[in-house]
């Protein structure tokens, strides 16, 4: 679970309900606010977007909050601990490992080095894993951002719709407090849908999709550097390359640079 995630939207959201204040909370509460930002947005993105893959943001969305990233220095210690077992006793002794590995693109990866697939095939194999993998990132992030863009448009409209409402009934004075509000209020869903949900949302995704395909990019590395036959330090070496200075000692064994 993600706890930034949740603490950075729940503080947001529950600054603004001090600033409102609970007195004052019902003014900013209507009904047709929300149907114009919300379901305008919502409308605008499913003609914008193929139904299935708006479908499918929803499941995109709990990554944001429940997301399960390898962390790059374990990955690293799994790979030279290969390198150093196919050292001792050849490449062919990983094929047991194989069945052990839980990541879909590491175990394919090393099959394939196992089998003594060639190492230009190897690597155009899971590089072009890893650019659909990018690619369908990109899909995903794109629904948040139109979102995020749209809402704040529909805002805009909700604010002309009440205006145009309240300038044609000037005459019933009862009707200019509900008008006004619808006016004003849709401008302030907009911005709130826009700017503590979509925005945030997007960028999560885009972190989260670098974090995984510097993983990726790591186990090809380790990958084409077992089917090689390199040194386990040659190994280590190359994939801490990968890592900030901070996490790079971490990473190495011996705990020496």
């Avoid at 529950?14 to 409102?20: D, Q, R, V």
């Avoid at 999709?209 to 993983?215: G, W």
Wanted: charged share 20%; aromatic share 8%.
């Amino acid at each position: 679970m993600d706890f930034a995630t949740i603490i950075g939207m729940g503080t947001a959201a529950l600054l603004m309900f001090f600033a409102i204040g609970p007195a004052n909370l019902a003014a900013f509460i209507d009904l047709p606010s929300v149907y114009i930002v919300l379901g305008g947005a919502s409308a605008a993105t499913l003609a914008a977007f193929p139904a299935s893959k708006v479908l499918a943001s929803m499941g995109i969305m709990k990554n944001v909050f429940f997301v399960n990233v390898k962390s790059p220095v374990d990955v690293i210690k799994q790979l030279v601990e290969f390198a150093e077992q196919a050292r001792r006793e050849g490449i062919l002794a990983l094929e047991s490992r194989a069945g052990e590995i839980k990541d879909d693109f590491l175990k394919k990866g090393l099959q394939l080095a196992v089998d003594g697939t060639e190492p230009d095939l190897i690597k155009d194999i899971l590089s072009t894993d890893i650019a659909f993998t990018e690619s369908r990132h990109e899909e995903g992030a794109k629904i948040f951002d139109f979102m995020g863009f749209m809402a704040p448009a529909f805002g805009m409209m909700g604010t002309s719709v009440g205006l145009v409402l309240m300038l044609g009934n000037l005459s019933d004075i009862d009707s200019i407090g509900p008008n006004m509000a619808v006016a004003l209020i849709t401008t302030f869903y907009g911005s709130v849908v826009a700017n503590m949900f979509c925005i945030p949302i997007v960028q999560k995704l885009k972190n989260y999709s670098a974090k995984e395909l510097l993983i990726k990019e790591l186990m090809l590395e380790g990958i084409m550097s077992l089917q090689s036959g390199d040194n386990p330090r040659i190994v280590e070496q190359k994939l801490t390359s990968f890592l900030e200075p901070s996490l790079r000692l971490s990473a190495m064994k011996d705990g020496k640079k």
